[in-house]
């Protein structure tokens, strides 16, 4: 047996195996056991480098040394970012081996494309068949030293196989046998970033771009360099930098010399800029009198605007169109469709070989309400499937994962199975709009699965919708037609200056919505898994949510088993946690959707023309969509996926009310009755989110300290929150129904004691809006003169002149108590609370959480707990409330419950 180094011992003598030449399944038979410290670590400081996010190098807890020299075989950029991350991974993984010096692992990893390395060792046997971006890895012997190869079928292959090479190290797998081949699944793996030229971000919540400032890009592109190491980490090959809604100007002279720096700064990652465009840029920005796509001379400024974009950046990747879409400009105000419109700006970039990726995210916002054949889930099918086939070969149609809009829960989109003679992408959201926007726990990848794996059932066969989006299912070349000779010009999925004769990869891909900014990227420290998780199934959407969430905690966080087990639990229930306590049943998020998109709205959903109507009334709830008696939605699938949705017998309990209007009586397939489904979910919901808190607690001393105390406020913040939602949905539907949950939940509260029911001194009784948002509707609010933002720095002194309060004489048992206080903490100013046992102040705490909206409601309903007080009967509590600004130190209630109970 080969020895092993054991941690921070004296190094034991580690041996050289003698390596047969290089065959598929032969392996290195040195093993050696490396401990190693975090080196990398030490670069961190303020800068926003990806350090912070996965690309840690932790330490390696494997068995097989690896070479610690690596070096680049060519002279490209790609394979030097390679060569250097190589060298840059191994120092770190390997900082404390006590392998370092020993002779034994005095090697090289070499990089390069297949063809450099079969040059440059004609004796090895490397495949000659490696698909674009494709690597291969493993062992190799050449004059008596061990070889560790990295070959790429291009330059992107090679530093995706450096990459891939680094994640196995990091996540502590055995690399002793590698003869590992991989390749992208789709040769689309684009992030869409929604940054403006201001430097503000729509559906942001991680603090100000990185790519723009005051109308220019920023001179500071170290993160942005960042940002493309992190990209290529995980495969993505294409980030497009700004908004859908698309700033004109970005496209003057000026602005392209500045985007060409972001380009530079991307391209040694492989990562090529693509950019938004607003359709009618030939007028706004162009002096032209029209931008009607077929006109000649709109055709001919976007064919110069194209050349442009390319002497500036070779490498381009295309335009990303949003047109005819919640006011954006678009062909139909010329009569003209959307292929149409896809079509001249493909004309455009095809003799550079660019693509158009084009959004199915097109419908009318002006829909009637009244109308119960209305449906905005339709807009996609009905708009793009008659397109189908109208589409040039370099224009790929992006469509939203769900018919709405990144709901917690929607079907797949029809349009996946509706078009076969188009390449499409599937767009997805990383940034956490309807999601808990980055402050609630909400690992997405197990979502995306369902989406990736379900089979839409096109043509009667088995066509799942990853396959479909890689253009597997309907045989879509990317750039060329079905049958077209596979040896043509190739618009994507090569690198510059590659060979541009091998095999044509079929087309298509996947992109999210990323919404990276300045705040640690996602402003979350979990959130990042969800970044990484795109990357990984754009790459390989066969692997599970479970595994890639493994992988990521090992990289991010630690590799101790318990932090593992602990933290992969909590991301794999973070979604049905989520769902549970927002919008079972298909009903969808349950939010604000006209505003916020945060926290609890029912009612904003009805009676507008947005169309995400769930038609709940005092009879039922649910949105009809089938074809027999309503929107006809249910029938753009093909036949087999129709008739499961078609029918209630068969539809599943989780998109019911998405299909379906029934009573609340009806009963699901589990046997409950909508309604207390409904009670159900939000209290287990809840619940789970609570657990979510008492599960990170367990970590404390395991894993960093500073990261634990961030996540870990996070977690208490969302636990209240859940509470905030479940109130406001089952007190809604209580209302609305009339019918008592079974469990006797519903409307009683235990330990609660509502503000408004207390004595006041300075505080008014309000309505909060919606209703449902506060406990029994009403809050109480402290109007009075305010106190200046500077003085709540200080400690509040009970009896404070400024403040208002609500008292409560307690009457329950005695004994020791947590005393939760709800209370809003609307934007736009920072108000303090104080709570107060027989007039001595127990706790305090500002409030000022840069919450949404400027009014109380549930975007900004918090819970603030004072644990283990102790109670007798007759004890006076207050509740003092401070306001700042428009910030009325509004409070609910506050609940008192036995200390023992709650964490
Ligand atoms: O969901 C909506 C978002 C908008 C976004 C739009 C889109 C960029 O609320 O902020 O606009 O989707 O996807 O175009």
């Keep these: 047996m080969p020895p092993k180094c054991q941690a921070h011992s004296t190094p034991p003598e580690c041996r050289v195996p003698q390596v047969p030449l290089l065959r598929p399944g032969k392996s290195l038979t040195i093993f050696c056991r490396l401990f190693l410290t975090v080196l990398l670590a030490s670069s961190l400081s ?475 990227w996602l402003g979350s420290p979990l959130a990042l898994a969800n970044l990484y998780a795109f990357g990984r199934l754009a790459w390989d959407p066969n692997l599970s949510a479970e595994e890639i969430a493994g992988e990521w905690t090992r990289q991010t966080i630690s590799s101790d088993p318990e932090v593992v087990r602990t933290v992969v639990k909590m991301l794999m229930q973070s979604w049905p946690a989520y769902e549970n306590y927002t919008g079972p049943l298909g009903m969808q998020t349950l939010t604000d959707i006209t505003g916020s998109h945060y926290g609890p709205n029912i009612e904003s959903s009805e009676n507008n023309g947005w169309g995400q109507w769930h038609r709940a009334d005092h009879l039922g709830v649910g949105m009809d969509r089938t074809v027999a008696t309503g929107t006809g939605y249910a029938g753009q699938y093909p036949p087999e996926v129709a008739k499961l949705y078609e029918s209630l017998s068969t539809c599943p309990d989780e998109l019911l009310l998405f299909f379906h209007h029934v009573p609340y009586t009806y009963r699901l397939h589990s046997g409950k009755t909508v309604i207390q489904h409904i009670y159900d979910s939000h209290y287990e919901g809840a619940e789970q989110a609570a657990q979510f808190a008492r599960d990170w607690a367990t970590l404390e001393g395991r894993i960093d300290q500073t990261l634990y105390q961030q996540v870990r406020d996070r977690l208490v913040y969302q636990a209240g929150h859940a509470i905030v939602w479940r109130d406001a949905i089952v007190q809604y539907f209580l209302k609305l129904s009339g019918i008592p949950d079974e469990k006797g939940r519903a409307g009683h509260y235990p330990g609660r004691l509502e503000a408004e029911d207390a004595r006041l001194t300075g505080y008014k009784v309000i309505d909060v809006t919606p209703w449902e948002d506060a406990s029994g509707g009403k809050a109480v609010s402290c109007d009075q003169p305010q106190v200046p933002p500077e003085a709540l720095a200080s400690p509040i002194v009970p009896g404070n002149l400024t403040s208002c309060t609500a008292e409560w004489t307690w009457s329950g048992a005695p004994g020791r108590y947590n005393i939760a206080v709800q209370y809003f903490d609307p934007a736009g100013g920072g108000a303090a609370f104080s709570l107060v046992l027989n007039h001595q102040g127990v706790d305090s705490w500002a409030a000022g959480a840069n919450l949404p909206s400027t009014r109380p409601s549930g975007d900004n309903s918090t819970r603030h707990i004072t644990p283990n007080v102790s109670l007798k009967p007759g004890d006076t509590l207050e509740v003092r409330g401070i306001p700042s600004g428009s910030n009325h130190a509004v409070l609910d209630y506050i609940e008192i419950t036995p200390a023992a109970a709650v964490p």
């Design 46 to 520: 303020t800068a926003q480098t990806a350090d912070q996010a996965w690309l840690r190098y932790p330490g390696y807890h494997g068995r097989t040394v690896i070479p610690l020299k690596a070096r680049a075989l060519g002279h490209g950029s790609l394979e030097q970012s390679a060569a250097q991350e190589l060298q840059r991974g191994i120092t770190g993984l390997a900082g404390a081996s006590s392998c370092i010096s020993n002779s034994a692992i005095n090697g090289e990893t070499i990089v390069g494309t297949a063809e450099e390395v079969h040059k440059a060792y004609p004796e090895l046997a490397v495949p000659n068949d490696l698909e674009p971006e494709g690597y291969w890895l493993d062992w190799a012997e050449s004059k008596g030293h061990a070889l560790l190869v990295v070959a790429g079928g291009d330059q992107r292959g090679v530093l995706y196989g450096v990459f891939a090479l680094l994640r196995r190290l990091a996540t502590d797998q055995d690399v002793t046998h590698l003869n590992l081949r991989s390749h992208p699944a789709m040769p689309i793996r684009w992030v869409d970033e929604w940054d403006n030229p201001d430097g503000s971000i729509e559906r942001d919540y991680a603090g100000r771009s990185i790519f723009f400032e005051g109308g220019q890009v920023r001179q500071d592109l170290a993160p942005v360099a960042e940002y493309a190491r992190l990209l290529a980490s995980i495969g993505i090959n294409g980030c497009n930098v700004n908004n859908v809604n698309a700033a004109p100007q970005l496209l003057d002279a000026d602005h392209l010399k500045q985007l060409a720096r972001i380009a530079n700064t991307m391209r040694p990652w492989g990562v090529r800029l693509a950019l938004s465009v607003d359709i009618a840029s030939p007028q706004k920005i162009g002096g032209l009198s029209t931008y009607d796509p077929l006109d000649p001379g709109v055709q001919s400024w976007w064919a110069a605007k194209a050349a442009e974009i390319y002497a500036l950046i070779p490498d381009f990747a295309g335009f990303t169109v949003k047109a005819d879409s919640e006011g954006q400009p678009g062909p139909s105000s010329f009569g003209r469709t959307s292929a149409d419109a896809a079509n001249t700006l493909a004309a455009a970039l095809a003799p550079h070989g660019g693509v158009v990726l084009y959004r199915a995210f097109v419908y009318n916002h002006h829909l009637d309400w009244h109308d119960p054949k209305a449906d905005r889930a339709r807009a996609a099918y009905d708009i793009f499937h008659p397109l189908d086939g109208k589409f040039a070969a370099n224009v790929v149609v992006q469509t939203k994962e769900g018919p709405i809009d990144f709901q917690a829960r929607e079907p797949v989109s029809p349009l996946f199975a509706g078009l076969e003679q188009t390449s499409q992408a599937m767009e997805l959201q990383v940034t956490q709009e309807y999601t808990g926007q980055q402050r609630h726990l909400v690992y997405l990848a197990p979502m995306w699965k369902q989406v990736l794996d379900f089979d839409l059932r096109a043509d009667g066969r088995s066509t799942p919708v990853k396959e479909i989006i890689a253009g597997k299912t309907f045989h879509r070349p990317l750039g060329g037609n079905p049958g077209s000779p596979r040896t043509g010009p190739r618009p994507w999925g090569g690198n510059p200056g590659s060979p541009r004769t091998g095999p044509r990869p079929w087309g298509g891909g996947m992109v999210a919505v990323a919404g990276v900014g300045r705040d640690a």
